[in-house]
């Protein structure tokens, strides 16, 4: 077995219930987490697991030090247009699951949050970032582009003109100027993202669950809807809850 195969392990998802909070972290620490096939399909596997389902906030994670440096682009380079296809329908429908939870979401961000890491925290609902964090897209220089929501997330949440120089320039952003263009939360202290994003999820864990499940929807549909149209959901969701005893 080579040296590299024993030491730089496929990596594993904890799961770790803190009461009404799920926390997933990602383990792959000798890659700075990685996201190869293999712990995207562990992540897939982790949310859609008991702990997650039946927690009221979920919290995703790199650990203390790096978020995730991206995904393994080799291990894409050798695939066929259908295999990526296939990919997309798989491990690669991770993204998406995170953000179709009914709970909220927090990232919480140190270190490397780069090309499918960074679009891994855009899939969540909040991001928390300690003062190391930095955030970029580089696909577009090594030939390709990001293709797991980060494109069409960046353009809802800051416009096509700043999607336009984060990603065609790949540059980096640090915590501060993200938090600035508003796609972090909050910046805290080195080190103190993790127990500002279980507080942050702890709280969110205390509202009511459906109101939460069907306000994330209406905020989500009303970012691409006609004004009508999201006025209407806004009052058909109104009706809804006002109809359960849910407080």
Known sequence: MPAEARTAPAGEVETVRDGDVAVLTLRREAKLNALSTYLETRLLEALRSPAVRDS????VTGGARVFSAGADTGELREMTPEAIAAYYRSSGAVYEALAALPQPTVAAVAGHCVGGGFELALAADFRVADESAGFALPEVGIGILPSSGGVTRLVRAIGPARTRDLVLRGRRMAADEAYAWGLVTEVVPRGAHMKRARELAA?????????????????????????ETGLLLEQLAYAALNRTNER
Do not use: H
């Open 56 to 59: 009221r906030a979920v919290v």
């Open 203 to 227: 709280e969110l864990a205390g509202q009511p669950p459906l109101a939460v499940a069907l306000t994330k929807q209406v905020i989500g549909a009303a970012a691409e809807a006609p004004r």
